[in-house]
Nanobody, 125 residues
């Protein structure tokens, strides 16, 4: 499967962005999805994850209450609604897919089989 991320950009502190990630193929609902981010000089960390049906979600503590992950399986797309952005949210954001995810989300980087190219999010005044 190929993943195409878009929708990053520049936002002011307190602002919002909504990156999206569209997958090729016809079996998107069988993939668990995740959004990761990597700032310069830092490791790639999980931001949010979602099960294939969308019924189960996970958020890193740093974004809980501010970010929302969702998916539209008919459009083979996963979204990350980012509200109340902070400068420390600045990073390259990657979407990732795990095949045959079942009804679960996955929190380990090594669990994912496919990765998108990343979309830059910059939060600055």
């Amino acid at each position: 499967v190929q993943l195409q991320a878009s929708g990053g950009g520049l936002a002011q502190p307190g602002g919002s962005l909504r990156p999206s990630c569209t997958a090729s193929g016809r079996t998107f609902s069988t993939y668990a999805m995740g959004w990761f981010r990597q700032a310069p000089g830092k490791e790639r960390d999980l931001v949010a994850a979602i099960s294939g049906s969308g019924s189960n979600t996970y958020y890193a503590d740093s974004v809980k209450g501010r970010f929302t992950i969702s998916r539209d399986n008919a459009k083979s797309t996963v979204y990350l609604q980012m509200n109340n952005l902070k400068p420390e949210d600045t990073a390259l954001y990657y979407c990732a897919a795990k095949s045959s995810g079942g009804g679960y989300y996955y929190t380990r980087t090594s669990s994912y089989d496919y990765w998108g190219q990343g979309t830059q999010v910059t939060v600055s005044s």
